[in-house]
Nanobody, 118 residues
Framework: VQLQASGGGFVQAGGSLTLSCASSESTVTFNRMGWYRQSPGKEREMVAVIFTGEAANYAGSVKGRFTISRDHPKNTVSLKMNNLRPVDTAVYYC?????????????WGQGTQVTVSS
């Protein structure tokens, strides 16, 4: 499985960006997909995840500002980020998890940088 993230960039506080992650395999096969982020000196943290059935969970710090969605025909998962803040600056990683052959498998994309200026 290959995950290709895109859409990062530089934006001023209050602005918006949409990240996209293209999967080499059908997104229907994944039990969970999501976005995580990591800032320098900090551990990687969950931003948003979406499950089979399209229920989603968000980190408290982004709830109400970010929206995760999947497009199964296009095999993509996206993260719409509104009202961005400088604290949102990080490398954002796409993740996919699925249960197959009696085990969980975990896949990561290469990361895309998001920088929010004050």
């Amino acid at each position: 499985v290959q995950l290709q993230a895109s859409g990062g960039g530089f934006v001023q506080a209050g602005g918006s960006l949409t990240l996209s992650c293209a999967s080499s395999e059908s997104t229907v096969t994944f039990n969970r997909m999501g976005w995580y982020r990591q800032s320098p000196g900090k551990e990687r943290e969950m931003v948003a995840v979406i499950f089979t059935g399209e229920a989603a969970n968000y980190a408290g710090s982004v709830k109400g500002r970010f929206t995760i969605s999947r497009d199964h025909p296009k095999n993509t998962v996206s993260l719409k980020m509104n009202n961005l803040r400088p604290v949102d600056t990080a490398v954002y990683y796409c993740n996919a998890v699925r249960w197959r052959d009696s085990r969980w498998s975990d896949y990561w994309g290469q990361g895309t940088q998001v920088t929010v200026s004050s």
